[in-house]
């Protein structure tokens, strides 16, 4: 048996710092570009005049393109990812959607901002799902949580970025700025290594970016199905209670009008240490679905607190929202359950559909949402209520019967 060599060794157990920097950046950019359009949104349609009735109709208009752009890319630079290698996917999709942004600040009708933020939502689907899987299948199996943790944690710092440039910027500008960070990320490529694991399987003639494969073989398509719902519960928190924070502030009697940007940026900041803290709890506790557990039972607990317990004061009613954010702050161990539940030849397909999919779950959830709302008059509370227990009901059980991942050798193809 030949032994490897002292080289070999210290590559195999080095830490990625350059693939780990641009990761971390590219997410950044992801999430301020995501949260940035959120609250800059009614005042970009204001300015290229549209009314107070239109407001909502063009809004909904420019999400849908946005929400078509990331399930689409997710699909196709997933596929890529696999046939063509991590960092292709990586600069390709930051150059998507940098250009993109830069192009919505010069926009000047409806039909064009909705088709850049279908570019951007293309673009921006591709980045994480690259970064995380890059830097996973470069890191040693032991310590690989804490990269991605790093990675959405300073991903994360992006939403509260853009809402406090938000403050000091006109609308355009903060495109211009979102795009050029961007661009800043394309020269930082240099000193990034592909994954050997990657390189070892890009000569063969297998499988390779093909989600078809997974979804035609039974036990595959249940595993990652199961993978998706488990983050379900995350954008629910985001999407609908802390998106439509002010309609729940009305509801439930707080004094006073809600800010929606500042419910936002108070979930994604304690979200940050929710990452964090998940993060070093799976590394101590040397697995990922315990962590995950303990966030669904946290989640059910601050979801629980936000309907049922009614502040009247604002910051009362802030505070729900940053224990909201905080069990949220799982992202970052689902999405390393993702990339670590198949092997290097679907991983990159499985990372980005599966994180772009949770996502665009957004859409059933919101349908369903209103249905609900609908159906009980109006009444936002047993709304939120039955999609609340669906959701948290449904990843329970996927986390039940789903794989502990980790230390998993990644080094692998799915036959």
């Not at 719902?229 to 999407?239: K, N």
């Not at 990452?275 to 557990?293: A, E, G, M, P, W």
């Not at 009362?316 to 929202?321: A, E, N, T, V």
Request: aromatic share 14%; net charge positive.
């Amino acid at each position: 048996m030949i032994q490897p060599t002292i080289t070999e060794l210290s590559a195999k157990n080095s830490i990625p710092v350059a693939a780990i920097f641009v990761a971390s950046l590219g997410y950044f950019v992801d999430i301020f570009d995501l949260l940035l359009f959120s609250i800059i949104r009614i005042p970009s349609l204001e300015s290229l005049g549209f009314k107070a009735t239109e407001l909502t109709g063009a809004g909904i208009l420019l999400l849908n393109m946005q929400m078509a752009g990331l399930m689409i890319g997710g699909i196709f630079w997933g596929i890529l990812g696999d046939k063509k290698g991590r960092l292709t996917v990586l600069f390709g999709s930051i150059l998507f959607y940098s250009v993109a942004n830069i192009a919505n600040g010069f926009t000047n009708s409806i039909e064009t901002y909705a088709f850049w933020r279908f570019i951007a939502g293309f673009g921006l689907a591709g980045e994480l799902g690259a970064g995380i899987t890059l830097v996973v299948e470069l890191m040693p199996k032991e310590k690989r949580g804490y990269a991605t943790c790093l990675i959405a944690g300073v991903g994360i710092c992006g939403a509260v970025a853009a809402y406090f440039t938000a403050s000091y910027f006109q609308w355009r500008t903060l495109f211009f700025m979102g795009g050029g960070l961007g661009l800043v990320l394309l020269l930082l490529r240099i000193g990034v290594s592909e994954s050997g694991m990657f390189e070892r399987i890009k000569q063969g003639n297998g499988v390779k970016g093909d989600l078809l494969f997974i979804l035609k073989h039974k036990s595959k398509l249940i595993k990652y199905i199961r993978t998706i719902l488990i983050g379900i519960p995350i954008w629910f928190i985001a999407g609908i209670l802390v998106t439509l924070s002010p309609e729940f502030g009305k509801a439930f009697g707080v004094e006073g009008t809600v800010n929606a940007g500042a419910a936002v940026a108070i979930c994604y900041a304690t979200s940050i240490f929710g990452d964090l803290i998940s993060c070093f709890l799976s590394q101590h506790l040397k697995s990922r679905k315990t962590v995950v557990f303990a966030y669904l039972i946290i989640a059910t607990f601050s979801i629980a607190a936000f309907l049922f317990y009614h502040p009247k004061s604002l910051d009362g009613f802030y505070i729900l929202c940053a224990l909201l954010g905080f069990s949220a702050g799982y992202w970052a161990i689902f999405i390393t359950i993702a990339t670590e539940q198949f092997g290097t030849n679907v991983r990159s397909t499985v990372t980005a559909t599966a994180t772009n999919f949770v996502r665009g779950a957004l859409v059933p959830i919101s349908i369903l949402f209103q249905y609900l709302r609908g159906f009980f008059h109006g009444s936002i509370f047993p709304a939120a209520l039955l999609v609340a227990i669906l959701c948290l009901t449904l990843a329970f059980m996927a986390l039940y019967n789903l794989e502990e991942t980790f230390s998993k050798d990644l080094d692998y193809l799915e036959e």
